[in-house]
Structures are given as structure tokens and as C-alpha cells.
């Protein structure tokens, strides 16, 4: 499988993640052959939240159970987390306080001394910025963690970010699929204010990460707009972009999710592909499709399909 280099990390992380966001309710022969074949076909980064589960921390825990990691096995893989979501009382907490004891929580679970990745879960409207610094400093001091991100943000709120906070923020973890494409349609039709898509609801979040080495992350690579299912294998809603998927699936010998994922990774800007399957034939299929290179024709004819107006 492909790798990527996060600017100034020195980590080579596979280009698929493996998402650990729904094995609360797996059992420990399960969640071993999720993680056994993401292993086996290369992945070497693992996707945690502290709010994954039931109740905190859960699947986190329930990760470090069932693998029971040596040391070594630990040191192979590059594992992140993400803090700021205050499930019970459904707001956004980014206090250095909150931040810490979420850490040292997702530790815990995941019996591990340190985070290779934290990263902010979705924007704070009350962030304030030296109290994240004050966060990453103490944590980055104390080793708990090494490197730091954000997701869901915008280069403004990054930006504003980075007046207090020196660690440089690596990973911008967003939702992306070819169905919901908008981080790189609106691109295509600036100007055009007869087309809905030419609005721009990302402020231009991929060419600034570009610019600013920051690695893109995609989550939901599968799901069509926001918690809307997945569009593959629907042929009702995305008829046209299935049949574009299906002939080139055969085409290239694969599975239509190794299209789906191919199609992520073919866009220059550095991505990954963060699956939440729980299934290991998935998950193996979509890594096949980190080894195909999509051409040009190719590319643009999944985002039109998609509905997408190539002008």
C-alpha cells in the first residue's frame, strides 16, 4: 500500500486509516480480524475519538482488549485520537482541562503512554486559543502525545488556532466521498452563481492544506452528504455514478469500494482515507483501491456522474 509523510512528523502513515468508530459491540475475535486485515494489507494507522462507543472512551477500551498490543506491535502503529465533543451535554469543549483529562482518559483506555495523533473534534465556537496551546504544550512536554491536528476546519479557525498554538497541526481530518465531493467541485465553477455548487462551503479548505502541508483526511468515504447512507450499490439515488463505478471496477479487477477509495486518493492534495467498516472483506477491498491510480478521463467522469457539473 501507499504511504504518505505528515510535514513534520517524520511518520510515514499507510494511505487508508482504519476506523475503530463502531466496535463497541464486536467481540475480540471480531475486532482482531478487522485489524488483522487492515494489517495485512498494509494499513498501519488506527482512527479513535473518545466519544466513540456508548459511553467514553468505549471503543477505545475495547480496542486495547481485544489486541492486547506488545510493545513492539504498539511501535508499528501510528495511532491517533480526537477530544473536544461533549457527548452528554452535546456541545464543544476545547478548555485546556477538558482536553488534558480526555487524553489521559483515551490513554488509559488504550493502555498506552502516548497518542502518535491528537486531533481537535470538530470546530469549538468558543475555542479560545491559549487555552488549546496550554493543552498541546502540557501534553506534548509530558510525551502523551506527539503530533497534533484538527477536523471539520476551516483555514480560518486553523489559523486562528495557530496565534497561540506552536505545535504545527498536521492532519485536517473532513468528510469526503465522491458524492459528497463539495471540497473540490466548488473549485471548478467559481463564478458561476447559477450553479449551487459553485458555492463555497469549505472556504477553499483544500487548496490552503495544500499550501500549508497539512494532510486531509476523509471521513464517511462512503456515505452519500451527511449521514445519508452509503451511495454504493444504490442505484436509485447515484444510478449514473454506480454504473461508472461498476465498469470500472471490472475494468481494474476489483470491488466497487476499491473505485470509491481509489478516486479519494487519486487528487493530488496528501490524503487519507479513514474507513469505519467493520468488515474485513471491506476493508481489504477498499485498501486494494489505494494501489490504482485513476486517470484524468477516469476521474472526472466518477465526479459527473456524481452529479457534479464539470463546466
Not at 495523533?117 to 512536554?141: G, I, K, N, Y
Request: aromatic letters at 8%.
Amino acid at each position: 500500500m501507499r504511504t504518505t509523510t505528515l510535514a513534520s512528523t517524520g511518520l510515514t502513515p499507510s494511505a487508508v486509516v482504519l476506523g475503530m468508530m463502531r466496535i463497541a459491540d464486536k467481540s475480540d475475535d471480531e475486532i482482531r480480524a478487522l485489524v488483522r486485515a487492515g494489517i495485512e494489507s498494509g494499513v498501519n494507522h488506527i482512527d479513535h475519538a473518545d466519544i466513540y462507543g456508548h459511553v467514553e472512551h468505549q471503543c477505545e477500551e475495547r480496542f486495547a482488549t481485544a489486541l492486547n498490543l506488545t510493545p513492539s506491535e504498539r511501535d508499528g502503529l501510528i495511532i491517533q485520537s480526537k477530544c473536544g465533543i461533549n457527548a452528554a451535554g452535546n456541545y464543544f469543549d476545547f478548555s485546556a482541562e477538558r482536553i488534558i483529562g480526555q487524553v489521559e482518559g483515551s490513554l488509559q483506555a488504550l493502555r498506552t503512554d502516548r497518542l502518535d495523533l491528537l486531533l481537535l473534534h470538530r470546530p469549538d465556537a468558543l475555542v479560545e486559543p491559549e487555552e488549546v496551546a496550554r493543552a498541546f504544550d502540557t501534553l506534548e512536554q509530558q510525551g502523551k502525545v506527539r503530533y497534533f491536528g484538527v477536523s471539520n476546519h476551516t483555514p480560518g479557525q486553523i489559523e486562528l488556532l495557530k496565534t497561540a498554538v506552536r505545535q504545527p497541526l498536521v492532519v485536517n481530518q473532513m468528510q469526503h466521498s465522491i458524492a459528497h465531493a463539495s471540497l473540490v467541485a466548488a473549485g471548478l465553477a467559481p463564478n458561476m452563481e447559477s450553479l449551487p455548487q459553485s458555492v463555497d462551503r469549505d472556504n477553499d479548505t483544500i487548496n490552503y492544506c495544500r499550501m500549508a502541508n497539512v494532510t486531509l483526511q476523509a471521513w464517511s468515504p462512503f456515505q452519500a452528504g451527511f449521514f445519508q447512507g452509503s451511495f454504493l450499490g444504490d442505484y436509485d439515488r447515484y444510478g449514473a455514478l454506480n454504473g461508472v463505478i461498476d465498469r470500472l471496477a471490472n475494468s481494474y479487477g476489483v470491488a466497487p469500494v476499491s473505485i470509491a477509495t481509489a478516486w479519494i486518493l487519486r487528487h493530488p492534495a496528501s490524503w487519507q482515507v479513514v474507513l469505519g467498516t467493520t468488515t474485513p472483506d471491506r476493508v481489504r477491498d477498499a485498501c486494494r483501491g489505494a494501489d490504482i491510480t485513476l486517470t484524468r478521463p477516469e476521474w472526472y467522469e466518477l465526479l459527473k456522474a456524481a452529479g457534479y457539473t464539470i463546466p
